[in-house]
């Protein structure tokens, strides 16, 4: 390989780098992201809302969270021990209902990946400490 060429790869691969850096999302921009949520959830607390308490989310088994009543729909998603990893969150993210027809979370979706992205970086954030 020539140096010019090999010097081209490596920008390519920086380039690369830090658009996927991007995309790993933002805890900063994704407390803005969460404003969204926040009419029914919070993340900062171990408190129920219209929807469940989000505190420790990121790796945490579907439809466990104590004291809150899930749907049957939703009851049913996590009965097989799914977890809701980064994958998963960011799939139901884009459309709730797709994922898990039934839910009564009535949000119809975020269209951004980049604010998925970000929002799933602000609730890692959101754990009991
Ligand atoms: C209009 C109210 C509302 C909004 C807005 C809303 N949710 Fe929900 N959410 C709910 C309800 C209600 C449930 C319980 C769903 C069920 O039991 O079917 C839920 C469930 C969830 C669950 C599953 C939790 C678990 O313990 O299994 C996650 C994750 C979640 N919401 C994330 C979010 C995020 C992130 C946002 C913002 C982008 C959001 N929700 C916006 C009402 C809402």
């Given at each position: ?96 209902k797709?994922?898990?027809p039934g ?27």
């Amino acid at each position: 390989m020539s140096l010019s060429l090999r010097f081209v790869s490596f920008s390519l691969f920086l380039c690369l780098g830090t658009s996927l850096a991007h995309a790993a999302g933002g805890a900063v921009a994704g407390a803005q992201v969460f404003r969204k949520c926040g009419a029914c959830h919070t993340a900062t607390e171990p408190m129920n809302r219209v929807g469940p308490s989000l505190q420790g989310v990121v790796g945490r088994p579907v439809a466990t969270f104590a004291g809150y009543t899930y749907s049957s729909a939703m009851t049913a998603f996590g009965e097989d021990g799914k977890v809701w990893d980064e994958e998963r969150l960011s799939e139901y993210l884009m459309a709730p209902k797709a994922m898990v027809p039934g839910t009564k979370m009535s949000f119809p979706g975020l269209k951004k990946p980049q604010d998925i992205a970000d929002v799933i970086a602000y609730l890692k954030t959101a754990i009991a400490k």
